[in-house]
């Protein structure tokens, strides 16, 4: 798969969020998307999946551009695990992971999407809650059920919105893991946005750094995440040092806005306010 992006540009009604992103990405892999609040990270993979129209430029998807790809195909060659859902329908965990199996559905599909929607549950160690009302999880619970849920649905690409922010440490890891070996079992690109650099660090196979609406750099871990990179990007002073060929960051102090070049980042909301 191949995504490419060319000049694409994206605004809120006056407020500029994404401006002459340009960037090719192809898998299968596992790639993240860092940078701070408010850089266009959700924008970026909402312009992807046709969630959003960009203002200017183009995404291609293996050639193809995706406004001229159906909502429905465009159902089976990409699936998305939104940063936190609003259902709170009482079905139970298992009717509510099968709605992924929805683009590939037919009339005698049942009990094969049954095995797949299983499968995820027992991959993701939360089968024991299969019979469980969606609307009484635990946040952390819930988070794992709306990721089975996208991945219950194959797709070539999976776009994850911040995936493993309502869990603890020990899960976070473990999701990082499975989403980096799920993309060469399954061939797929994995994409995702994330806050947690030495997570993305350690287990990613790319990393795209967004700064302000556009692209900063993209690469290998190691040449992406740098003392320099966190500086300009981020606003922090750190050291990284190599932990198993990995870049592992240590942050030491922020930086005040009369130290750097660019003075203080800005924050871009949607709509209904929330930072994107």
């Known amino acids: 798969m191949i ?17 002459e992103v340009t960037v090719t990405i192809e898998g299968p892999k596992f790639v993240s998307i860092l940078g701070p609040n408010g850089v266009g990270k959700s924008t970026l993979i909402h312009c992807i999946n046709k969630i959003l129209q960009p203002t200017g430029g183009t995404v291609m998807i293996d050639g193809e551009s995706v406004t001229d790809i ?6 089976k060659i990409v699936g998305y695990v939104p940063y936190s859902a609003n259902d ?53 619970q819930h988070q794992k059920v709306m990721l089975a849920r996208g991945l219950a649905q194959e797709p070539r690409i999976l776009l994850l919105d911040e995936p493993t922010s309502n869990l603890d440490v020990r899960h976070q890891l473990d999701v990082a893991k499975m989403l980096k070996a799920l993309s060469r079992e399954k061939d797929i690109l994995v994409i995702m946005i994330c806050h947690d650099i030495n997570i993305a660090a350690k287990y990613s196979d790319e990393i795209i750094l967004l700064s302000r609406g556009t692209i900063y750099s993209t690469g290998v871990p190691k040449e992406v995440i740098t003392e320099k990179s966190l500086r300009e990007v981020y606003g922090v ?23 750097t070049e660019e003075g203080p980042v800005r924050i871009a909301v949607d709509r209904e306010g929330q930072i994107i």
């Not at 605004?11 to 969020?17: G, I, M, N, R």
């Open 3 to 19: 995504i490419d992006i060319q000049g694409l540009k994206f605004a809120y009604t006056s407020v500029p969020v994404l401006n």
């Open 70 to 75: 159906t909502v429905k195909e465009m159902a």
């Open 88 to 140: 709170s329908f009482p079905l139970s965990v298992v009717d509510t992971v099968l709605m992924g199996r929805h683009p590939h559905s037919t009339r005698k599909s049942l009990d094969s999407d049954l095995d797949v929607v299983y499968e995820v549950l027992d991959k993701l160690g939360i089968l024991d809650l299969a019979m469980r009302p969606f609307n009484e999880l635990s946040a952390g």
């Open 237 to 259: 002073k750190s050291v990284i040092i190599d932990d198993d060929g990995s870049p592992h960051v240590i942050l030491k102090d922020s930086i005040s806005e009369a130290e």
